[in-house]
């Protein structure tokens, strides 16, 4: 490419020469810009190659992971020497090691002995209740923990176990080589508690002999994590056509929000960027499965990205405060931070889980600028990278991002943080990273063998949907 | 080319650290193989030798900060010379110089001192601190830091692992300081060991640093904390140069192309015999012909009869080590061999300066304690009265005949006195009751929200150095 691109270059140079056409800088970086928007997949967003400069972010945050691999295991920290991690941390850790293969960081060697580990774990790990991966593991030994990090079974999340349905069928399809083997993880599963028949997700928390079992999801982390589960054949296409929402105007910005009350569920329902960038880089705001009810899907998943992003500029232009909003985790209490557009009623709103107060703790979070800059290309999000492109330790990697009232550093460092980056600027080059789905493998074989049926609630074994049989289909 | 030669050897000889290496070269034996080790109660003259250089030390000690200067009064001191200082402690309570009570206070107040200090970027001590202040500095004794070495901090660690086994009372607080320490730049999990040093433009660069001798006595240390230092601790890569009739191990890494010498002297064989006996760091066994390593035994052996053997060709008393000197240029590395001449004087730039050659007294008390011989025997009588009583011993005998190098350092008469200590008592790491402790207990825990990760470097699985349950 390179090579065909200087040599039209000198006819081009000659040309110029002969008839005074605009240089041939600007004739090669058409090409080039031809060509690496034919690359991009989906045609949104921010496309192109890497910069000198992007390649140097792309290194920062892979040594994140170098720092914090067990090389015996492969597991990854969450935090920056620390040795837990989540499903979806597995998710983020597997995004970020097919963005640094893609992008040339790592060898092919490199990649396949992550991979190896990765999936042995996955094939071996203890599952929560014999059934299902749980919330919590340390990367040290690989048994289960709980929040404080001793040995425990503490339930298991759908939400972060969608995600990682994600990544898992990302890989399978993008390395055919490691598909059969990532079949076989999540075949290891039993998916009766965690989805229901209408695509509702669960979670449970255990905690000594109680055991809790509740609704999980709320609006943008719900479609992100059904949409995982579609990608392995759920039907969760109800969660895009009948979600519960209301509006209200920001800034004379209409922004959506789950209706479901926190105050009454005791689930925090934020307005945040990161489910939405999310939803947009991997699935290009479109539900995976396939519409067996035939209704057209009535949330526009786009329009709502669209609106999240928007009123978060139009907050800087109007009352020039810099602003990139999403949750983030922290190593220490109270863990959780609802860094909101809008959240337990009030707009630009910051809450802990328990719905505290944490005004203090908003923040230009770095992860959500990538994800920003990555899909609304545009005057405001090289603005926001111009504000977070230095918080980092090169050493240790990116951290979370530069708190809103002081602009001090918040200088945790963490691996999703890190592994967005990564996702960012593989996006960046690809396009949409859920790539079309290639022929069926072992985990079809696997549910097409009706004489080996186990009680596993998988997609053939769910009743059709009512719609369905309206329509007698 | 270098790392290739490297791999391509231990490819051949795939054995764990420490384990012989056969084919390179032939551990034939020299005569100083078959000569004793002194040991035994201390005769008048040996107590009087082990007073004296106790001397330094008490003149030294800055009340501040628990410190000792490294040279006589003059404020600054470095991780090896303190090591070296609490060698001074042990030897001098083990010897009855001081009591339990002096010798407990003088260890818990460079401990404190250790808990509080400043550290280069935060990582790890500094190569060298104002010992009355506890500011990093710079080799001027001017506040600044210049980077930190691998090999100071590898001797520091067996000294702070002898005392955690013989006084147990300071574990924890050994424990806290060397969890202060970020091992990130300072071992890789191949087992190498690296310092760090400011490049022109101050910019900090991390280097493989250690030359053959040193490199793998200061693996030791590692390897005593649990730190497996698989590399640092094979004798590769080595050549050999004959001198004497004795070929003489030196380091192959090429000192024009790595900034480091790869000097040949008696002081960190010394330091390995009367320490570990030369066998491996968690080695239990106090039996001094107890299997160890054959090479390093053998290589303490030739490194001796070279010395040994010319004294006898040539009639030029011979114990060389690194040296202090008393005037410009301050410090040589006088030695058997190093950067391509057998029995070459140098300053740390290179620079030829025969003039400074020099029986070392620590080099020759060292000798004197582990080869038993007329040669040792000489050497003790020739330097036996090189002191100031006020101040303690010189640091060495000129080879030209000007007399003694009127010097007084901490490492010189810290080093004298754990060699008076061997011959009481022997090996000087005595194992205790040790059970595991803070480190070990901080180390192993994966679990609890005080975890943290250490993947940068790779555990020793040496049963032999875990400590006893």
Redesign the interface.
Known sequence: MMKSAKRGCLLVALLAVAVGLPGCGVAVRQAKNAVDFSRHEGKFGRYGRLTDQETQWAKVAWRYFE?????ESGLV?AFD???TFSMWQVGDYLAALVAVHDLDLIDTLEFDRRMSQILQFLNTMDLSEKSLPGRLY????GKM?NA????EDTGWSGVEIGRLLTWMKIIGLRYPQYREYLDKAVLRWNFCQVIDDAGTMYRVSRSGEKRQRTQEGRLGYEQLAGAGFAAWGFDTERLWRVARMESVTILGVPITYDARDPRLTGEQAPVSTMPWVLLGMEYGWRYPGESRSGVLINIDARQLAEQVYQVQEVRFERQGELTARTDYQLR?PPLTIHDAVFVAGYPWNTVTADGDSAEERALVSTRAVFGMWGLWPGSYTDRLMQAVQNLFNP?RGWYEGRLEQSGAAQASISLSTNAMVLETLLFKVRGQLFPHDTGIGYFQHKLDNVFERRVQCLPPDRPISSAEVARGS | MRRLLYLGISALFPCLGGCATGAKMAYEDVPAARYAQRSGALSDTEMKMARIAWKYFENNLNTESGLVNAVDNYPSTSMWDTASYLAAIVAATELGIINREQSHDRIAAVIATFNRMPFFRDELPNKAYNAKTVEKVDYTNKPGEIGFSAIDLGRLLIWLKIIKERYPEHAEDIDRFVLRWNF?HLVD?TGTLYGAHLNKEKKVEYVQEGRLGYEEYAAKGFELWGIATELASRPEPYETVTTYGVSIPFDARDPRKTSQHNYVVSENYVLDGIEFNWGIACERNTNVRHYRPEWMANFANRVYQAQENRYRDSGIVTARSEHQLDQDPYFVYDTVYTDGFTWNTITDTGKHVPQFAAVSLKAALGMWVLWKSDYTDLLFQNIVNTYDPQKGYYEAILENGKGPIKAFTANNNGIMLEALLYKAQGKLLKWGKGKPGLWEKTLDE????K??????F?RTNNPLCANAQ
């Open positions: 720092n914090n691999t067990n090389p920290n020497q620390y040795p340390n990367s040290v030994t923990v404080s990090n001793k040995p220490e050493e | 990130d999990r994966a679990y609890g929200d975890a943290k990760t250490r993947f940068s790779r």
